[in-house]
């Protein structure tokens, strides 16, 4: 699985797949810029290979600035 944050927003990626299986398009709560990994009650996890990676923040262009000045 590989996460993808961008601001607010967050895309999942299942089994390496070139498109996101699900996306969060505003995260709610503070931004403390941490990473948490959860296991439910009476549920055994395992975590392997993890890795962060830090990136650039991708901003999005409105409309109004794709089109250029006159």
Do not use: C, H
């Amino acid at each position: 699985m590989r996460i993808e944050v961008n601001g607010a927003s967050a895309k999942i990626f299942i089994d390496g797949l070139k498109y996101s299986s699900f996306v969060v398009d505003e995260m709610l709560g503070n931004t403390k810029k941490s990473v948490g990994l959860y296991v439910d009650m009476a549920t055994i996890g395992y975590f392997k290979d993890l890795k962060v990676t830090k990136k650039p923040l991708k901003v999005k262009q409105t409309q109004r600035e794709n089109k250029g000045s006159i």
